[in-house]
């Protein structure tokens, strides 16, 4: 049996996996959440502190967007069968011009305060698009508005340091991803008209690839 701990992105929470299903006599997922850090925690501090949640050997780690980031820092902690990160970056240079320009400039710090108050913005953020006629929707997925979380969140996301990405981690992006273009992105397994949610929106093609991708050498 391959234990599978899913990471959701920024402010999301594990209901952006609700469609994710594999075959139950080789596959248990684990549906792991994100905890309030603490004062200017760093992330590899996070990280380590949520390896907790991971009880199983040998398990596979797969994170999402921000969760794609924690996932490669929980990483280096662990031991696992497979590291898998969705829509997300393997190193600060696939971060996109604007975030790294946020980071020289200092701009992140400006911006939680918008996230909190405004969840189309926040929808924009973490997702990639407006909320338009879906704001039921984004109010189901992206539930950790905690002000102190997303300041944090926001910091470490656009800081990252991560130089040398881990050489046998497996990275799908898709090519309409708006917050981590694609252009950006180096040696992925690339998803056609993929979004930055695409999790949700081609599922389809996750529950028909992820148990090749997991249980291939």
């Not at 959440?33 to 949520?50: C, G, S, T, V």
């Not at 189901?140 to 656009?158: C, F």
């Not at 998803?191 to 997991?214: A, C, D, Q």
Request: with cysteine; proline share 6%; hydrophobic share 40%.
């Amino acid at each position: 049996m391959t234990h599978l701990y899913l990471m959701p992105g920024m402010a999301a929470n594990p209901s952006i996996f609700e469609h994710i299903a594999l075959p139950k006599d080789r596959f248990e997922i684990h549906l792991l959440e994100w905890q309030l850090p603490k004062p200017k925690e760093a992330i590899a501090d996070y990280a380590k502190r949520m390896t907790a949640f991971i009880t199983h050997p040998d398990s596979v780690l797969l994170g999402v967007s921000f969760g794609g980031l924690l996932v490669q820092e929980m990483a280096k902690h662990i031991q696992l069968k497979k590291l898998i990160i969705v829509s997300s970056v393997k190193s600060k240079m696939e971060l996109p011009r604007r975030m790294k320009l946020s980071r020289k400039l200092k701009l992140y710090a400006l911006l939680p305060t918008r996230l909190i108050e405004d969840v189309d913005t926040l929808a924009k953020y973490a997702f990639g698009e407006t909320v338009k006629e879906r704001v039921a929707l984004y109010q189901k997925y992206l539930s950790m508005n905690d002000r102190h979380y997303m300041s944090w969140a926001v910091k470490e996301m656009v800081c990252w340091d991560q130089e040398v990405p881990d050489p046998n981690i497996i990275h799908i992006h898709g090519d309409a991803d708006r917050i981590f273009p694609i252009k950006y992105i180096k040696n992925c397994i690339t998803i056609p008209g993929g979004s930055h949610i695409m999790v949700i929106t081609k599922y389809k093609w996750f529950n028909e690839n992820l148990p090749r991708l997991i249980e291939n050498d």
